[in-house]
């Protein structure tokens, strides 16, 4: 099927961008409560599942070993900006372990966040692995490594333990058997699996119910998830979305960006996750669908805190001299 | 309708992006030697039409009159990268109409291209309006305003006689009527206008071989087109698409880049003018299409040229640790 065009970018009259893509709100029974476009389709979820990835740090217990805080448990679910207090935090997780940035197999990056680039740039410093928007996340796998007493090397590889963990987890939560035929390579260097969007809205809504999930998984998904709620600058960075997603009603809503298109949330409240995906891969689209899924999910239990999101939705386009030249909005079915 | 997807981004088995549009061929009796999608859905053609736009400055004889060199009418057609060869060039546009960077009302950004802003960073200094990718262009109606001795300032205004002589000529070439109601803001303040796809291809195909153009019109743009092709650098920018696709076939391919997705050129041996738009804006895609648009223009005529455009129609994509993830290809039917 060809996915219904979800978000529109305007200028004057006219829609200059449109964007097609597919989301759902499923619930813990796996009961999709809400949903347009093709959501069997395979996706790759990308980094909007690193909390999934991230749930054996916590369920080894090498998170209490290391003594992390919710802060770098947020980090080890981070698609951070790279700014100092990210690079600082990832760094400090890593020497818990009694590691340092010379473990990290994610590779180098400038960060992803532009001011935050041109800020370093400024210092006249060029970005180390620690900059690296997941390198939270890799400071957490070696901790795990190093709690399990796994080698270290080699950790990003798809045979290694770090990544077979990783991977039973996801199979667990999205109730998919994720072989070698679905595994692609992500920016950082691990792999990830393409399964149906439904199914990543499936285990989130499982995770944070409990629902067919083991006791100790499910505290340990939502240990994460409420880690992430509390620190959200720590997942994400000044002025991102996922950070405004989750300012917008603290506590209430997880939401976390993916690449190429994607976004997975819960709302806590009423056992309910979500999973999008824009078909070319458009941030900005994504952004403006999260917003618009969340307000649909919340438009019946609280009408107040959907408008907001709403709200959050649209976006007015400027340009350099600050005229407005159209904007962004998503344009959901009733 | 819904367009076609002409180009997918891969990673392992799976079509990751998909990135529908539309593309047109045309030749200068307005015929549609091939294409794909809907042609006659309005677009805003942005910076791809920088050719048109720039007509005037060497009409007029502004550009005579302050002697400019084909380089520097290529920096005029330009979106370039805001290196210091571009912003040094710009900067002596206006010196030789007497003016300075004051006078541009383009805006300040920081270098579209990624390594080059980093490198301004690094000397600490910050963008001036010079680095804005559109200051030859600004330069280019600032020359003409002062040979036409207009009022300077508002000359981004849609009423302002520099805007109305490029208004004309983009209406002359498209044989379209742009008014109000197709009227958008473009990034750098100055208005563009919506017409089909079909139309801009058209226009190309018109300038290029003087059919049904205005004699001293026709020059003008094949002078244009000319400098473009013998200065691609100064037209974009190191390592950019625009250069890559022109330095193929030196001399024989023009080929410009619009914001959101947007491509148009011109083969003159062959008469022919393109436009392509992905729908979505993606300037991965526009740029895979582009050179997909080009190897099908010249396949009867060049084999062995076409084929050089179809290998760069195709980019291996690779994270940062230089691991290959997947492929951005072009789809087109036969």
Request: glycine letters at 8%; charged letters at 20%; aromatic letters at 6%.
């Amino acid at each position: 099927m060809t996915n219904p065009v979800l978000v529109e970018a305007t200028r004057g009259n006219f829609a200059e961008c449109l964007y097609r893509g597919a989301f759902a709100i499923v619930d813990a029974n796996g009961r999709v409560v809400s949903n347009q476009g093709d959501i069997e389709r395979p996706i790759f979820p990308r980094s909007a599942i690193k909390v999934f990835q991230s749930i054996p740090l916590v369920e080894t217990g090498a998170a209490d070993q290391f003594g992390l805080s919710d802060a770098d448990l947020s980090l080890a679910c981070a698609s951070h900006s790279g700014e100092s207090g990210h690079a600082v935090r990832a760094e400090a997780m890593l020497a818990s372990a009694g590691l340092d940035d010379s473990h990290l197999e994610c590779g180098c990056h400038w960060p992803l966040d532009f001011p935050v680039a041109i800020d370093l740039a400024k210092t006249g410093k060029n970005p180390t692995p620690l900059h690296n928007n997941c390198s939270g996340k890799h400071a957490g796998f070696l901790c795990t490594a190093v709690h399990e007493k796994d080698v270290l090397k080699g950790y990003v590889g798809s045979d290694h333990p770090v990544q077979v963990r990783a991977r039973q987890v996801i199979e667990d939560l999205t109730a998919t058997q994720l072989g070698a035929d679905v595994c692609g390579t992500d920016g950082c260097s691990i792999p990830t699996y393409a399964a149906p969007l439904r199914a990543f809205a499936y285990g989130f809504a499982k995770l944070v119910t409990g629902k067919d999930v083991d006791a100790d998984r499910a505290r340990a998904g939502q240990r994460l998830i409420a880690a992430c709620m509390a620190h959200p600058w720590e997942m994400s960075g000044t002025k991102r979305a996922c950070l405004r997603l989750m300012e917008a009603a603290p506590g209430r809503v997880f939401a976390k960006t993916g690449a190429d298109g994607v976004y997975c949330g819960v709302i806590p409240e009423l056992g309910l996750g979500f999973a999008l995906k824009i078909d070319d891969g458009a941030t900005r689209a994504a952004e403006a669908l999260a917003a618009a899924v969340i307000a649909r999910a919340l438009r019946e239990s609280d009408p107040a805190i959907a408008e907001t999101y709403d709200r959050l939705s649209t976006t007015v386009l400027k340009n350099w001299e600050k005229v407005e030249t159209g904007i962004v909005r998503p344009l959901l079915s009733q």
